[in-house]
């Protein structure tokens, strides 16, 4: 099994920036494709960016330009930096782990969410 943990939530104003880390252990980080999803109270879950295996990256038109999603391998573990976040970015923010890179939420493995309010 895979335990995926995130952090760096927080309240931040808008326009502000966090970085969220998403940690990783039981297998080799670097044989999964990981992404980001988030979700809303009263929403379904949205895909909000991915990364390859071999660092090709993907994002939703909702946050391109903002959030840059990376990775190291050397240390297990994903990030989602977010910049000129605004109220409508506030959603629980979810890591996922996959052998293959999607944007459904079709990921193997999840992390329990951090949460991300924007404040106007």
């Known amino acids: 099994q895979v335990q995926l943990v995130e952090s760096g939530g927080g309240l931040v104003q808008a326009g502000g920036s966090l970085k969220l880390s998403c940690a990783a252990s039981?297998?080799?980080?670097?044989?999964?494709?990981m992404g980001w999803f988030r979700q809303a109270p009263g929403k379904e879950r949205g895909f909000v960016a991915a990364i390859s295996r071999s660092g090709a990256t993907y994002y939703a038109d909702s946050v391109k330009g903002r959030f840059a999603i990376s990775r190291d391998n050397a240390k297990n573990t994903v990030y989602l930096q977010m910049n000129s976040l605004k109220p409508e970015d506030t959603a629980v923010y979810y890591c996922?782990?996959?052998?293959?890179?999607?944007?459904?939420?079709?990921?193997?493995?999840w992390g329990q969410g951090t949460q991300v309010t924007v404040s106007s």
């Open positions: 996922a782990g996959g052998r293959i890179v999607t944007m459904s939420p079709a990921y193997d493995y």
């Open positions: 039981g297998r080799s980080f670097s044989d999964y494709a």
